[in-house]
Nanobody
Framework: QLQLVESGGGLVQAGGSLKLSCVVS????????MGWIRQAPGNDREFVAA????????NYADVLKGRFTVSRDKSRKTVYLQMSNLSPEDTAVYYC????????????????WGQGTEVTVST
């Protein structure tokens, strides 16, 4: 089972940027897709972005496209989420997750999860 550790969350003003990191350990990632999923207070988990570990192919939630960018560094076994032009609606706990398959937009299809990092966007 993989271990995923997120970092980089915090408090930011509306319009600002943050870059989240997720360090992965515990196995090879050759056949994995990595996802970022967020959960706002009182809401269900929501797909943000995903990346294929080998090819680097990505996909995004339509409402976030253009503001968020997912990437990975194979040598560091780290996945990143660059977030820009943040708004209070982006306030949530952001989770890094993995699945040994193709990318998915469905949070329930991810099998390995980090503990989450909290992002708060103030007005």
């Amino acid at each position: 089972q993989l271990q995923l550790v997120e970092s980089g969350g915090g408090l930011v003003q509306a319009g600002g940027s943050l870059k989240l990191s997720c360090v992965v350990s515990g196995g090879r990632l050759d056949y994995y897709a990595m996802g970022w999923i967020r959960q706002a207070p009182g809401n269900d988990r929501e797909f943000v972005a995903a990346i294929n570990w080998i090819t680097g192919d990505t996909n995004y939630a339509d409402v976030l496209k253009g503001r968020f960018t997912v990437s990975r560094d194979k040598s560091r076994k780290t996945v990143y989420l660059q977030m820009s032009n943040l708004s209070p609606e982006d306030t949530a706990v952001y989770y890094c997750a993995a699945r040994r398959s193709t990318r998915s937009i469905f949070p329930q299809e991810y099998t390995d999860w980090g503990q989450g990092t909290e992002v708060t966007v103030s007005t």
